[in-house]
């Protein structure tokens, strides 16, 4: 098992702000990390893969990086809809283990 | 456009089997392309994976659930379901079915979830 641990647990940050979440590996995923958005009430959304790849459909302001054990995912300008607990997920090794989650919410 | 809809009881009794099954529409379970996997949140916390099944019959499950859980996956109707017996409080979660990219634990598509309660 590879243990995720995201930071910090809750991000305070104003709309048309960047923010930088953050994500630690126990050991190396090499860049096979996943970023997951989920909105209240709703399922996980997959936003960004292998480390630094965006889904379809997912806006340019967001961003991933990072590789080996550190990675983050940066919002470059919030926008209301973006509001809502990140999920990171290391698919390097069997089983798939994720992050407890990191809220950003609005200051 | 692929959707995955979750259906079960909301209540389940501590000791009892717990009994989940996911509906998929827009897309066939039998694509040799994907995966169908089960993955819970209990309140509060974060994504728990539970279980992975391929429409062939080939199946994962997490280590720490194997000896409770049997997943399953019928193919005449587009469905996969989840059985997790002798459950307590600990199982109580928001159920999520997904699907699975390739084989490659990444999971591009998810229901809506069902909370399931174990109380009595």
């Known amino acids: 098992e590879i243990v995720m641990t995201q930071s910090p647990a809750t991000l305070s940050v104003s709309p048309g702000e960047r923010a930088t979440l953050s994500c630690r590996a126990s050991q190396s995923v090499s860049s096979t990390l996943a970023w997951y958005q989920q909105k209240p009430g709703q399922a996980p959304r997959l936003l960004i893969y292998a480390a630094s790849t965006r889904a379809t459909g997912i806006p340019a302001r967001f961003s991933g990086s990072g590789s080996g054990t550190e990675f983050s995912l940066t919002i470059s300008s919030l926008q209301s809809e973006d509001f809502a607990v990140y999920h990171c997920q290391q698919y390097n090794s069997w089983p798939p283990d994720f992050g407890q989650g990191t809220k950003l919410e609005i200051k | 456009q692929l959707q995955l809809q979750e259906s079960g009881p909301g209540l389940v009794e501590p000791s009892e089997t717990l009994s989940l099954t996911c509906t998929v529409s827009g897309g066939s379970i039998s694509s040799s392309d994907y995966y169908w996997d089960w993955i819970r949140q209990p309140p509060g916390k974060g994504l728990e994976w539970i279980a992975t099944i391929h429409y062939t019959g080939t199946t994962y499950y997490n280590p720490s659930l194997q000896s409770r859980i049997t997943i399953s996956v019928d193919t005449s109707k587009n469905q996969f379901s989840l059985k997790l017996n002798s459950v307590t409080a600990a199982d109580t979660a928001v159920y999520y079915c997904?699907?699975?990219?390739?084989?490659?634990?990444?999971?591009?598509?998810w229901g809506q979830g069902t909370l399931v309660t174990v109380s009595s």
């Open positions: 997904a699907r699975q990219v390739s084989g490659g634990w990444l999971f591009d598509y």
